[in-house]
């Protein structure tokens, strides 16, 4: 298989604060995360609100800079990359968000919104050859050609989904990251968005990267599943029938495991206490929730290690 993205000790830290009644404060977001997506694959990313799954999603892309590590893209270092090669770069790889029109302006019509990111790389179309482009988009992800001259908020959440994806499409991307795409779809637009996405995979031969705090749609449509817990990847599963090896995982699973799928589907908050994020401890950051955890665990930082099974980052692995 062909590595698309390379990953590499991926770390993000924020500094808050400063001035007389506010100390400096400071957290890392993502902590040396690393892994590899290989081409065609659907690599799922999961855990708690809070957990890094977007700030994460928005260093793989350099929509943010890192405070260390490296990004492989296409066998290019993303993060040497001048603006100009960086634009270029960028059509590559593109973001579907869970609220696509967050960063479309509302005035924009459904033309205007997919035909922009033609204007950013500094294609110069004419009127008409964009509205080749958008009717083609537009019947890529389902959408009646009609629909050109609407505003967004004359569609239904699900078609403005499909809006969102068609704009990310216009560039020919290799790489879709997508933050919680169905988040606030009902269940059967969802499962509408997941199959439209289904089929622009096989189409278009894409890659997926795809957040979200829902293990059973995860499960559904991904290959293979990074497990975030406070800015650390504490497992990969190498595939959805895994069973898993850390706690936390577990725990995950069965908080959201209900044989009925309208139930029970999202990440509840766990029970336990939660470390603050300023604030970790120098062991496992899950110590204080897990019910196997030892001494060891409050002192020792367990690292990904593969003995035993696949990666987990976990001094007990079950
Ligand atoms: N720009 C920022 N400045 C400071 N803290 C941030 C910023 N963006 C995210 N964070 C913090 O980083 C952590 C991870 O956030 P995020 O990546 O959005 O998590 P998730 O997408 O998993 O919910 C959170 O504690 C959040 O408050
Ligand atoms: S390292 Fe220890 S505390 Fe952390 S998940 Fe494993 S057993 Fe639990
Ligand atoms: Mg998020």
């Known amino acids: ?47 708690e609100s809070g957990c890094g799954k977007s700030t994460l999603a928005r260093l793989i892309l350099r929509l943010i800079e890192p405070t260390g590590g490296s ?16 634009r270029a770069l960028r ?42 482009k958008t009717a083609e988009l537009l019947d890529m992800v389902g959408l009646s050609g009609h629909l050109a001259n609407s505003y967004p908020h004359q569609l239904s959440g699900g078609q403005k989904q499909r809006v969102g994806i068609a704009r990310a499409l216009a560039l020919n991307p290799a790489l879709l990251v997508l933050d919680e795409p169905t988040a606030s779809l009902d269940v059967s637009v969802q499962a509408q968005i997941i199959s439209l996405l289904e089929k622009l995979q096989d189409e278009l031969n894409l890659t997926y990267i795809f957040i979200s705090h829902d293990l059973s749609l995860v499960k559904y449509f991904c290959d293979e599943v990074l497990v975030m817990y406070l800015g650390r990847v504490v497992e990969v599963l190498p595939d959805t029938e895994a069973a898993a090896r850390h706690p936390y995982t577990r725990t995950l699973l069965d908080s959201t495991f209900d044989p009925d799928p309208r139930l029970r589907r999202t990440i509840e908050p766990l029970a336990g206490e939660v470390p603050s994020p300023f604030d970790l401890p120098p062991g496992c950051a899950f110590a204080a929730r897990c019910p196997s955890a030892t001494g060891k665990c409050s002192t020792e930082l367990p690292v990904l290690s593969s003995d035993g099974g696949h990666p987990v980052a976990c001094h007990h692995p079950l």
């Open 71 to 86: 990004v492989q893209f296409e066998d290019l270092d993303l993060l040497a990359q001048k603006p100009k090669p960086m």
């Open 91 to 132: 059509a590559r790889m593109q973001m579907v968000f869970q609220d696509p029109y967050s960063a479309i302006d509302p005035r924009y019509t459904i033309r205007d919104a997919v035909t922009e990111p033609f204007d950013i790389q500094g294609h110069r179309y004419t009127a008409k050859e964009k509205d080749a």
């Open 1 to 47: 298989m062909t590595t698309l993205l390379e990953v590499g000790h991926l770390s993000k830290k924020f500094v808050s604060g400063g001035g007389p009644f506010r100390p400096v404060r400071s957290m890392h977001a993502v902590n040396d995360v690393s892994f590899s997506v290989s081409v065609g694959r659907v690599v799922g990313v999961v855990g």
